[in-house]
């Protein structure tokens, strides 16, 4: 029966990523979809930065988390030793798995004081790319059954992830910088960063001081980049650096901008299911660079760069090359 189901799932998540909607919206549907077969007292669904894994968008079921553990939840996923954080889970390669880690601080701190003892966490791919991922919470367990219907209907849901992370708003907003310590306390800021600050919020409670606090860290151990939406489908950059300091305490400098086209650039073209050797083509177009000077760089014919031209027309749906630069920019 569960294989059914799943079909009729499958199907209704690609009318869906046809229907032009954006990540949230996707998701808000598909929730209701799977809520069907698998039911859960709260759920969470994730967008993610296909290159880092950050969380870029998250979409709440009909029952809302309570807010007090709001900031508790998104700092489990950035915290060393935290099992099953969706980060570790595309990391591995897992599709579905149940929490069953009694070291788990979102076990312990929030869903047994809520009631609730079993989750369940979901992963959506296309094409070995992780864009997406989905977290169940119930009193009751989860099934064998219910766990193959998830991995089934998965690869549907990665697809239309992929396709709706196309879709994007753009926004202005002056960059900001701010000094972040070590434990995610904010030392100093530019006047700017209350805009992010808000923006970010609209999003989630505590996701401000959470994506700090994530940047300061992967700073710590080289540099950290990431793309977040906002709670309108744009897109914000954050970026981190440690500062070098005499007493060593861990402080790095965060920068939050709107992400340009070139910062997108390279989830765009996953988002479209762009080949290695049309994206070089991209970069050229977006040069400026004329198809024989593309075709000398590349080592390849005239004649191939525009059969890579005319693949890149029909995947972002353009005409010209024009229209393809303004697409990508």
């Known amino acids: 029966m569960w294989e059914g189901r799943a079909l009729g799932v499958r199907r209704d998540v690609t009318a869906l990523a046809s229907a032009g909607l954006d990540v ?58 935290e099992p099953h954080t969706f980060a570790s889970l595309a990391r591995r390669g897992d599709t579905v798995a149940r929490l069953e880690d009694e070291r788990s601080t979102r076990l312990n701190e929030v869903w047994r004081p809520l009631g609730l003892s079993h989750e369940l966490r979901a992963l959506f791919r296309a094409d070995d790319t992780c864009w997406g991922a989905a977290g169940m919470v119930r009193a009751g367990e989860f099934t064998d059954r219910e766990l193959e219907f998830l991995a089934s209907v998965a690869p549907a849901l990665g ?33 700017s960063a209350a805009r992010w600050r808000d923006e970010l919020e609209d999003v989630a409670p505590g996701r401000f001081a959470v994506m700090l606090r994530a940047a300061a860290a992967g700073a710590r151990s080289g540099t950290f980049r990431a793309r977040v939406r906002d709670a309108h489908g744009g897109w914000i ?35 479209h299911g762009v080949t290695s050797r049309e994206e070089d083509v991209c970069h050229g177009v977006l040069a400026g660079r004329p198809t024989a000077e593309i075709a000398a760089e590349l080592g390849i014919s005239a004649y191939t760069v525009q059969d890579h031209l005319k693949s890149l027309f029909v995947k972002f749906g353009v005409r010209s090359r024009a229209e393809l630069a303004a697409r990508l920019s």
């Open 24 to 81: 949230a919206q996707l998701h808000a549907a598909a929730i209701a979809l799977v809520d069907r077969v698998v039911p859960c007292e709260l759920t969470c669904w994730a967008s993610m930065d296909p290159d880092t894994t950050v969380i870029s968008t998250m979409t709440s079921g009909a029952n809302h988390i309570p807010p007090q553990y709001e900031p508790v939840l998104a700092a489990c996923e950035y915290t060393p030793g």
């Open 159 to 191: 697809a239309a992830t992929r396709v709706a992370a196309r879709v994007a708003t753009r926004g202005g907003g002056s960059p900001a910088i701010v000094v972040v310590a070590a434990d995610g306390t904010v030392r100093a800021s530019t006047a």
């Open 237 to 271: 950059l954050l970026e981190a650096s440690a500062l070098v300091s005499d007493d060593g305490d861990g402080e790095a400098a965060v920068t939050i901008s709107r992400a340009t086209g070139a910062d997108l650039l390279g989830l765009l073209v996953k988002a």
